[in-house]
């Protein structure tokens, strides 16, 4: 129980960690957009032109990088919650091996035979 709910809880913060990385993608494409404009414009014996060109590059470049940084984590958090899914996976599944197997044994064909995997618990 409280494992499916970390895990949901995992699963919501993956979701917003996403939208963010999308969010910062998408300012990262219309700075270089932007950029892309602005080179087309220029003339590189005005100095205006050219200060501004400088300023949008580096804003592009700020930009890069917060959407290298943003899409990195939001990758480490997709790994986490994947890891915690197999994890949860793999507990409930060893749940219902035991379980089936408990159930198996207790069948009247198998309480004949008392083999293979069952053990008596006398």
Not at 17 to 44: C, G, V, Y
Not at 45 to 64: A, I, M, P, Y
Request: glycine fraction near 2%.
């Amino acid at each position: 129980m409280i494992l499916e709910f970390s895990s949901k809880k995992q699963s919501k913060t993956a979701a917003l960690q996403w939208k963010k990385m999308e969010h910062f993608r998408t300012e990262f494409r219309a700075s270089l957009l932007w950029l892309d404009n602005i080179s087309q414009e220029l003339n590189p014996e005005d100095r205006d032109q050219l200060e501004k060109f400088r300023k949008v590059q580096s804003l592009t470049r700020e930009k890069r990088v917060e959407f290298a940084r943003m899409k990195d984590n939001t990758i480490q958090k997709i790994e986490i919650l994947a890891a915690s899914r197999i994890n949860l996976l793999s507990a409930r599944l060893e749940e219902y091996h035991i379980a089936t197997q408990k159930i198996t044994c207790s069948l009247p064909i198998n309480a004949l035979k008392r083999g293979g995997g069952c053990k008596r618990k006398d």
